[in-house]
């Protein structure tokens, strides 16, 4: 039986804080340092002279396929074989998907994969599969999410990522709250739809033995594409295998199985050969998903001291069909106080790509929204806006009185941060601080995001050397996994960290928690730690220990007078425990969330309106940090992804034909180091128990919310001019730009 973790943890040995807890060099940063990590696209060691597959998608965004015509392809020089989408019966969808991955005539989206052909290189496959012509049987779409949000209904949906609800959720009555409200707000912003942009593209290499098949692939969460993949290609879960040691990005793109995956399978087969497959950058736009655009609508009312009697939040997205709306609406069910509060999403049917998981779904659109609306609502109260939300703080879940929330430290982050940041010299009438041809401005936002657990498990070895080493199917998207599990490994067993050795991404280990939502750092420790206790045991008892007595520490066990090598339990041969642990309703019973405060400081030039980050600083409470050194390097990572929704992220939509435009790194721009030459994190010391035996919390994502609307906030504070579509760019800035002194 798992783990059960059904009451708040005690002292246990992670408390000891000698590995736990401590900055530590990622273990697996001399691989990515040096070029030797096994990416998915460069795993040339396991499956020998790999074939080149190269993915076809859609010309166009709905319709149907009459025909299509792959004779001069197979005359290609190098050509192997094609599978097309007429060749193939519909496949089933992953359970995570919304969109079909291939088969079947219907078109749903543009560049929906529609062939995938094979040659011995790669360029042989694109310049075959450029030969392919395709008859199409073209018809009218729905693009435009401002047209289509007209007729949008409220549906419930469900982020999967700890954020979602009911169409629409009230408390109180909103609408004669606001009516009677001495001080209003009615404001709306729209969010673009953005990229993942990750550096690694989606890429497998698949290799068929018998009736078995093996991917080499870069996702996010083996468990959930290890049963996608079974239900997509209709063979047993135990005929199919994923192994993703590395994932050099993801940022929720890489949750589900996608095209890559599902064509390196199918092309593999066919070839009768190992294949590999990339998507290309126009395909990782348009093929596979994106975080949607939203137009949202934020009413608040208060009294003239500052104290919220109503809020509402309102958000429409669009999706396919089968998609969820973006949960943007989230965080203000639980973030201020007030008694009167309505939230409510709705979904407009759009036949774009696939609308799915990006970094804090929900949250960051959300946050950039609420937290500009609460700054809004602080200047038209004279107040200063950090006070204004300490003043509308709360320790209760808003929407549910009687439910507590577990850790709260908003307030402290609000306070350390104004103080560290300078916020006191912050001069709130705006655009009156200049620094040369600067407007400078300084902007701060609360940060808000859930903390979810998920059941995880894991595999401990202890090898007659002493070696302690960890198998779990935990994934590291460059968020230093390795580490972290390597440290909750050396806490328990009482080792120094070189003597431990973490396997990670690979489906014949224990399922875990996987990476996505936040959730992954806390839920897969915590296994690794069910694990550690078992093997604790199997020690101690093959020592002739009692287990409860014994002490795990310096390499030995030492239990009364007693000190034995910790090797010489293994002495006779390698001890093996395996376990999970399983979370009960103790996040039902109290609110389990993080928070943190961002601030900002912008310049902006005065002739151009080109918006520069100066400096930024993250105050973060999110339970017990447990390295915080790649702890860090998440947050100011969310920071800068904030700040290129903030400033420039935004897939252009063509809104007759159904595409992103601008699908490539040259068109889509994101932020670069240079971008930002000062970012600081502050952790509070903080811990958790209601959360899991380590006392930890999330703080992945936390990092992206909030921080956009900081930056936001600091345009406008810089130069009076308040933005409410975003991101900002200069065409929204130049004309409104204030006359220079």
């Not at 590999?276 to 655009?293: C, D, E, F």
Request: net charge negative.
């Amino acid at each position: 039986m798992p783990m059960k973790f059904d009451t708040p943890a005690g002292q246990n040995p992670i408390d000891q804080l000698k590995v736990v807890g401590r900055p530590t060099d990622r273990i697996d940063g001399k691989y990515k340092t040096t070029g030797t990590a096994p990416y998915a696209y460069e795993r040339h060691d396991v499956a020998p002279n790999p074939a080149y597959g190269y993915v076809l998608g859609a010309g166009i965004a709905k319709g149907r396929v009459r025909a299509i015509h792959v004779e001069e392809a197979r005359r290609a020089p190098g050509f192997l074989t094609v599978v097309t989408t007429l060749d193939t019966p519909r496949l089933e969808r992953g359970k995570m998907n919304a969109a079909y991955l291939f088969g079947g005539d219907e078109i749903q989206h543009y560049h929906q994969a529609i062939a995938v052909v094979v040659a011995e290189t790669f360029e042989q496959a694109r310049a075959a599969a450029y030969l392919i012509k395709v008859d199409y049987a073209p018809e009218a779409g729905r693009f435009d999410l401002a047209a289509e949000a007209k007729v949008a209904q409220p549906v419930p949906g469900d982020s999967g990522e700890g954020s979602g609800g009911d169409g629409v959720e009230r408390v109180g009555d909103f609408e004669a709250a606001f009516a009677q409200a001495p001080i209003t707000l009615d404001q709306t912003y729209t969010t673009a739809d953005e990229s993942h942009a990750m550096m690694e593209p989606h890429a497998t290499i698949a290799a068929w033995e018998g009736d078995r098949v093996t991917l080499w692939t870069s996702n996010q969460m083996i468990a959930w594409g290890h049963g996608s993949m079974a239900k997509i290609l209709g063979i047993p879960k135990e005929n199919v295998r994923l192994d993703s040691p590395y994932v050099g990005g993801g940022f929720g793109g890489k949750l589900f199985v996608r095209a890559d995956a599902v064509l390196a399978a199918l092309a593999a087969r066919a070839a009768g050969r190992p294949v590999k497959v990339a998507l290309t950058r126009p395909l990782i736009a348009n093929n596979t998903t994106h975080r949607p655009a939203t137009i949202q609508r934020v009413r608040i009312g208060a009294t003239p001291d500052g104290r919220i009697t109503a809020i509402a939040h309102e958000s429409t997205s669009g999706n396919l069909p089968d998609g969820d709306p973006e949960t943007a609406v989230n965080q203000t069910k639980l973030l201020y106080a007030g008694a009167n509060r309505l939230t409510a999403m709705k979904l407009a049917h759009l036949d774009l790509p696939e609308g799915n998981a990006m970094r804090a779904p929900g949250e960051a659109p959300g946050l950039m929204v609420l937290e500009v609306a609460m700054d809004e609502m602080a200047e038209k109260l004279g107040l200063d806006p950090v006070e204004f939300r300490i003043r509308n703080d709360t320790q209760v879940d808003p929407n549910k009185p009687g439910r507590r929330f577990s850790h709260r430290d908003l307030v402290g982050c609000l306070r350390l941060g104004a103080e560290r940041f300078g916020w006191a010299k912050r001069n709130p009438k705006p655009g009156q601080v200049r620094d040369g041809q600067w407007l400078v401005g300084h902007g701060m936002a609360a940060a808000f995001r859930n903390n979810l657990v998920v059941k995880s498990g894991a595999r401990v070895r202890l090898g007659r050397d002493g070696v302690v080493t960890v198998e779990t199917d935990m994934t590291d998207i460059g968020t230093g996994s390795y580490t972290i599990i390597a440290q909750t490994a050396a806490e328990m067993m009482g080792v120094p960290l070189e003597r431990v050795v973490a396997r990670l991404g690979d489906s014949r280990f224990p399922v875990s928690a996987g990476s996505g939502g936040q959730f992954g750092g806390n839920s897969s420790t915590a296994g690794v730690y069910a694990a550690c206790v078992r093997l604790r045991e199997a020690v101690a008892q093959r020592l002739g220990f009692n287990a409860n007595d014994a002490q795990f520490v310096d390499g030995q066990v030492r239990s009364g007078n007693r000190t034995v090598p910790l090797a010489q339990a293994a002495s006779d041969g390698e001890l093996v425990a395996e376990d999970a642990i399983e979370f009960g309703k103790l996040s039902q019973e109290q609110q389990q969330s993080t928070f943190g405060a961002h601030f900002v400081e912008v310049g902006v030039d005065a002739d151009t309106a080109e918006v520069r980050v100066r400096r930024m600083l993250a105050v973060c409470a999110a339970g017990r940090i447990l390295n915080p050194k790649s702890a860090r390097s998440q947050v100011i990572g969310g920071m800068t992804m904030g700040t290129g929704a903030a400033l420039m992220e935004e897939l252009a939509v063509d809104t007759k034909r159904g595409f992103f435009v601008n699908h490539d790194l040259a068109g889509y721009e994101v932020p670069v180091h240079a971008d930002i030459p000062h970012q600081e994190v502050i952790f509070l010391d903080e811990a958790d128990p209601m959360s899991s035996p380590m006392k930890a919390k999330g703080v992945g994502e936390l990092g992206i919310c909030g921080v956009g609307a900081a930056v936001a906030n600091a345009v406008y504070n810089a130069t009076g001019i308040r933005v409410r579509d975003y991101p900002i760019t200069l065409d929204k800035l130049l004309d409104r730009m204030p006359e220079a002194a």
